[in-house]
Nanobody, 119 residues
Framework: QVQLVESGGGLVQAGGSLRLSCAAS??????????MSWYRQAPGKQRELAAA???????NYADSVKGRFTISRDNAKNTVYLQMNSLKPDDTAVYYC???????????WGQGTQVTVSS
């Protein structure tokens, strides 16, 4: 079992920045086993991938956040981050941290953190 706890959400004006954190626990060498991602779900919409970080450090971003969001990790702290800059009202959503190990058929989710961007 992997536990994921997100933090860092809040209310910010358009153009502002936030950094989300996802603290992972429950497994050794989590980042060598699991790919880590940030998903988001806006009201009335499906959950969508915002940013992903593979086990070997490659990143992938949704077109809507490219150039504004950066996913990173701190292996020593077992924490994944999502730096969000130049925020727009369309970025308003609940942001979820995900750990995925497809070969093990395992996936875990955090409880989510609300991000609200005012215009």
């Amino acid at each position: 079992q992997v536990q994921l706890v997100e933090s860092g959400g809040g209310l910010v004006q358009a153009g502002g920045s936030l950094r989300l954190s996802c603290a992972a626990s429950g497994s050794r060498n989590i980042f060598s086993i699991y790919a880590m991602s940030w998903y988001r779900q806006a009201p009335g919409k499906q959950r969508e991938l915002a940013a992903a970080l593979t086990r070997n450090g490659q990143t992938n971003y949704a077109d809507s956040v490219k150039g504004r969001f950066t996913i990173s990790r701190d292996n020593a702290k077992n924490t994944v981050y999502l730096q969000m800059n130049s925020l727009k009202p369309d970025d308003t959503a609940v942001y979820y941290c995900n750990a995925h190990a497809p070969l093990l058929h395992l996936a875990f989710w955090g409880q989510g953190t609300q991000v609200t961007v005012s215009s």
